[in-house]
């Protein structure tokens, strides 16, 4: 049986986390659907068009290294706001979705847009500061040099370039529950995830 679990929210919010282990939990797959953005973006940055880059997308390019870094976050962004590169993925993320046995996919527009109909709808958030120094110490964890002010500086373009743009702009869904994971520990935040998800189950 399908039951799928929309997780949106802006940069670094905590999504990732909380969608892997809702997904652990209770046995559902789990999609990382900026993945699809930043492989897209990532082929761009050789000059490739931005639509032959999401037509070209494999299953295999999502696993690829170099996928985490700000550069391509970045093109990620870019690439993000162009409504035929988002219209190429559809299909993919909507199959995926419905899938039996359950999923959890994590994004900007899926309570919105690719899974209106999600049995579970979370908007994450978290200040801007709080975001940027999870951020900071995951970029330094494997080794990149940065500093704080570059990487919220980083996370405030995103986010402003993501919620202006027109077409499936990074929004709450209506009917998402809002998780503020400001002052939240890790497990506080997925234990309130999963109440969610056994509440519609
Ligand atoms: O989630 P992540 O930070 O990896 O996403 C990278 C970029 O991909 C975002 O800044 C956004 O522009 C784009 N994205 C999107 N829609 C999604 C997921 C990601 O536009 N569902």
Redesign the pocket.
């Known amino acids: 049986m399908a039951f799928t679990v929309a997780i949106?929210g802006p940069?670094?919010a905590g999504?990732?986390t909380i969608s892997r282990a809702v997904a652990d939990k209770f046995g559902f797959a789990h999609l990382?659907?900026?993945?699809?953005?930043?492989a897209t973006?990532r082929r761009t940055l050789d000059g490739t068009d931005p639509m032959e880059a999401a037509r070209l997308l494999t299953p295999e390019d999502l696993q690829a290294d170099g996928?985490?870094t700000p550069d391509v976050?970045?093109a990620?962004?870019?690439?993000?706001?162009i409504p035929e590169v988002?219209a190429a993925l559809v299909d993919f993320?909507r199959a995926f979705a419905r899938r039996n046995g359950g999923a959890v996919?994590?994004?900007?527009?899926?309570g919105t847009v690719?899974c209106p109909d999600a049995e579970v709808k979370l908007f994450v958030t978290a200040s801007d500061e709080v975001r940027a120094k999870r951020r900071l110490d995951e970029l330094l964890g494997k080794g990149h040099e940065t500093d704080f002010e570059t990487v919220l500086c980083d996370l405030q373009t995103?986010?402003a370039?993501?919620s202006a743009?027109a077409t499936?702009p990074?929004k709450s869904a209506e009917d998402a529950v809002m998780l503020d994971t400001t002052r939240m520990s890790i497990e506080e935040a997925v234990a309130a995830a999963c109440a969610e998800v056994v509440r519609k189950q």
């Open positions: 949106d940069a670094a999504k990732g990382d659907t900026g993945l699809l953005y930043r973006g996928l985490r976050a970045q990620a962004s870019r690439v993000a706001a988002r993320q996919l994590d994004g900007r527009d899926i690719i995103r986010d370039r993501d743009r499936a990074l």
